[in-house]
């Protein structure tokens, strides 16, 4: 099994051309500003190509399809294509289509958790969980690598529970610096409660370095030139979020589908490990 940060994340980043189109056919959408019309799960987007290519990639968010700039597979498309299906596509074999569709999304949920887990690997403030960390890692892969008939049956939500008391203990580790620096901040303590609702709040050049926005709200919200240094994204709702200016260095459980959905320009810091999405730079 892997026990290196990097070479996990390697593993988590999508490969289109190794993928047969999954997240254009298994996954469904509803007419909103993120897509322009309705599309059921299981039923093939209008503009996939036979080779499994998008006929308005180039295209996607003046076409009115932003919702599809913003998700990322985290590599589920490919392992499930080449791995789960051993390069069976749904086309060819419509017998294994259903099944195929549904695994999408349950590898999509074991890849993230990957990718928080090995997340904590990096940071030398939570040396004390790795050797728990990686155990758990080592089991997420073996569910991974599961047979179709054995991978529908994991309980994701259930799974989750065990992997998030591992997550909440390295976020405060990593925070505790942050977060003693700034106790006497009232506010700050009030933002890091799980689930808040920060829709549209105003928070430009704020100083956030350590709060948590577990499952926080933030869509609309304005955060230009605030100092977001070592704060907890997990589960945050950032759509057009305004990040121009922002200071991420050092956040963490922050995705790239997360960033994908915010708004930024090139002045803002995010951690290495992201990158600036191509709308920033317009």
């Not at 209008?46 to 985290?74: D, P």
């Not at 505790?176 to 506010?187: I, Q, T």
């Not at 105003?202 to 100092?227: C, P, Q, T």
Request: glycine fraction near 6%; hydrophobic fraction near 35%; proline fraction near 3%.
């Amino acid at each position: 099994m892997s026990n290196n940060s990097n070479q996990i994340r390697a593993d988590l980043v999508p490969d289109c051309q190794n993928c047969f189109g999954l997240c254009c056919v298994a996954l469904p959408f509803e007419a909103s500003s993120d897509f322009a019309c309705n599309k059921d799960g299981g039923r093939p987007c209008q503009y996939l190509q036979s080779e499994y290519r998008c006929a308005i990639h180039s295209e996607l968010r003046n076409k009115g399809y932003r919702g599809c700039t913003v998700f990322e597979c985290i590599g589920a498309g490919q392992k499930v294509s080449q791995q789960t299906f051993k390069e069976m596509d749904w086309r060819d074999n419509p017998n294994i289509a259903n099944q195929m569709f549904l695994a999408l999304p349950i590898m999509h949920q074991l890849h993230e958790m990957l990718l928080y887990l090995s997340e904590i690997l990096s940071y030398d403030k939570t040396s004390s969980l790795h050797k728990d960390v990686q155990v758990l890692i080592n089991k997420t892969e073996e569910l991974t690598s599961l047979e179709i008939e054995s991978l529908l049956t994991v309980n994701i939500p259930l799974y989750r529970v065990l992997v998030n008391e591992i997550l909440i203990k390295a976020s405060e580790l990593i925070r505790y610096e942050a977060m003693r620096n700034g106790s006497k901040n009232k506010k700050n303590s009030q933002l890091s409660k799980r689930g808040a609702d920060l829709i549209g709040a105003k928070l430009k050049r704020a100083n956030l370095s350590g709060v948590s926005f577990r499952g926080a709200y933030l869509i609309a919200s304005d955060l230009r030139e605030a100092n977001l240094r070592e704060v907890d994204w997990i589960g945050a709702d950032l759509r057009d979020v305004d990040l121009s200016g922002a200071d991420l260095t050092g956040s963490f459980f922050l995705t790239q589908m997360q960033i994908n959905a915010a708004n930024g320009d090139i002045s803002t810091k995010l951690p290495d490990r992201l990158k600036i999405p191509t709308h920033w730079r317009k």
